[in-house]
């Protein structure tokens, strides 16, 4: 019988891999658990655009491999056409088993700092193909019988920048799969494998009973809501994103067909992605306290179109879809606002800006740092929107200045809310956040991702937009450069780059508001 290495001897007999700030400090990672049919009965509150498309990758790995699983392999994939959501994006999935039995899978799904492709973070809004933007990894074996397979992990550290944070990252995917491994074999254990197997059952099910009891209490209907990209990835143009949603008795259907073709820059998103979405708007509207299982997708249909924004076929970039899938969450959104109007808040920010710095350090070593620029809500039916607070549909996080200054070569000179930003209404938008970075290395490729400069976020029942975002770049000799909101560049030591998010829109008469909020937001320095 051939031995069998663990992924923690892997990991030490590397080159001193390290994880990234992307996922330490960030969170931009999910885990989950599956039964042995792929269907999710447990996940991490980590990033639910992640664990919406879990179910598609979970297909896409039984459809492949099937039966030829075995005790101990590990299983990887990032292709948005073998199942993933963009190359960034790497799944790790391994089978758990019991005395020979397929009981389960342990999943996890990281953002990884860089993939290799044409620019530093591989993640850039004028990727025009998936040939651009990185390394493909159809869903391969990791590990095999308990062994690495050492030819994957060699073809990843030739084509990554940094393959240290890459390689590391893994890693911490791979032990996480392992721990979750020990734990679903000790349930197994305690219950016998046919007895956890309808546990499982059961609580999926329990689940969809919920989320269908409280979608039949909502009224039939249909609506239609459009929102708008400000950019196609390369040039400043309207991208329009419409939602069609539909309740009808106990189910909700969400039709995205009509959005627009496919653009050329990195922004089209992948069917799974999009799942991800609606799923995330459905489940934001409900009441109920429900268990994340897959149940709760059961009574959501998600209709989209090949070769559109919202169905992305190759050769098609989409690195930067993440954006795509805030808006169309958004578009949900406004209609179903128009159908359950109390349970919907307005818009935030847009979604999480991304920017990332990359260069060569003094010593010759590259380094990328990832930036997530957190931003805030849209007031809600019952409240204020929330200030600095990452968007609902994505639990990541800003990296601390502190670890930022001290892992890169870059200062942070500012970060905080911006007053007066948020939209007026009965409950207020929440503000708008600034950051401001001073740039120390030369030739310091910088990426950024954000939107909503030209589109303001959306107000509701009466409640007025937020402010719009903006980029700027000023240059060490004092000239200001006006940005768009997605845009590729090459800065210099002393260059100061400053984004400000976009605002929540807000929600309710603003004649409405209570004096005494008006008043505390006065003197905290929210509004002026």
């Known amino acids: 019988m051939r031995s069998r290495r663990s992924p923690t001897r892997w990991r030490r007999r590397s080159s001193a891999p390290r994880t990234s700030t992307v996922v330490r400090d960030g969170m931009d990672f999910s885990a989950a658990l599956c039964n042995a049919d792929g269907e999710t009965v447990a996940q991490a509150v980590t990033v639910p655009f992640h664990l919406g498309a879990v179910p598609h990758a979970m297909e896409t790995l039984i459809a492949k491999w099937g039966d030829r699983m075995n005790p101990g392999d590990v299983f990887v994939m990032n292709d948005p ?25 342990a999943t996890t799904t990281a953002h990884h700092g860089d993939v290799g492709g044409r620019l530093p973070g591989s993640a850039a809004c004028d990727n025009t193909e998936i040939f651009q933007e990185g390394i493909r990894l159809p869903w391969l074996k990791l590990f095999d019988h308990g062994e690495p397979v050492e030819v994957i992990f060699e073809v990843i550290r030739a084509n990554v920048r940094i393959p240290r944070m890459t390689l590391g990252d893994l890693s911490a995917q791979i032990a996480a799969t392992s721990v979750a491994e020990r734990a679903l074999q ?13 546990l499982m059952t059961g609580l999926i ?6 989320v269908r009891a409280e979608i039949a209490g909502w009224p039939d209907g249909t609506a239609t809501f459009t929102d708008y990209l400000d950019s196609d990835g390369i040039e400043r143009r309207d991208v329009p994103i419409t939602a069609t949603v539909t309740i009808a008795g106990d189910e909700v259907t969400a039709d995205l067909t009509e959005s627009a073709p496919m653009v050329a820059g990195a922004l089209n998103s992948t069917r799974s992605f999009i799942q991800a979405c609606v799923y995330q708007a459905v489940r934001s509207a409900l009441d109920v306290e429900i268990p994340n299982t897959s149940g709760a997708f059961r009574p959501i249909h998600v209709l989209t179109k090949p070769g559109t924004i919202a169905h992305v076929v190759m050769p098609g970039a989409s690195s930067m879809r993440g954006v795509t899938g805030f808006r169309a969450l958004d578009a949900v959104n406004g209609a179903l606002a128009q159908l359950i109007p109390d349970r919907v808040p307005a818009a935030g920010e847009g979604g999480n800006t991304l920017a990332v710095f990359g260069a060569e350090r003094t010593d010759g070593s590259r380094f990328i740092y990832y930036e997530l620029v957190v931003g ?5 039916p019952e409240d204020d929107g929330n200030d600095g607070i990452t968007n609902p549909a994505s639990l990541a996080a800003n990296i601390p200045v502190e670890v930022a200054e001290s892992e890169f070569p870059i200062v942070i000179e500012r970060y905080g809310l911006v007053p007066d930003s948020g939209g007026a209404g009965k409950h207020r938008g929440g503000l708008a956040v600034e950051r401001v970075w001073r740039c120390l290395t030369p030739d310091t490729s910088l990426i950024v991702r954000s939107d909503r400069s030209a589109h303001a976020p959306y107000g509701l029942q009466g409640g007025g937009p937020g402010a719009l975002s903006s980029n700027l770049l000023i240059h060490a000799d004092g000239r200001e450069e006006v940005l768009p909101s997605m845009f590729s560049t090459t800065i210099q030591p002393g260059d100061v780059y400053v984004h400000r998010t976009a605002g929540g829109g807000g929600w309710g008469d603003p004649a409405e508001r209570d004096p005494q909020k008006h008043a505390d937001d006065v003197a905290d320095g929210k509004i002026s």
């Open 376 to 380: 805030t809500w849209g007031g809600t």
């Open 186 to 198: 000790e349930l197994a254990e305690r219950y016998g494998a046919a007895r956890l197997a309808d």
């Open 205 to 210: 099910e329990h689940t969809e009973r919920l």
């Open 81 to 105: 056409f073998d199942g993933g959501i963009h190359l960034q994006d790497i799944f790790v999935f391994k089978p758990v088993f019991h005395e020979g039995e397929l009981i389960g899978f």
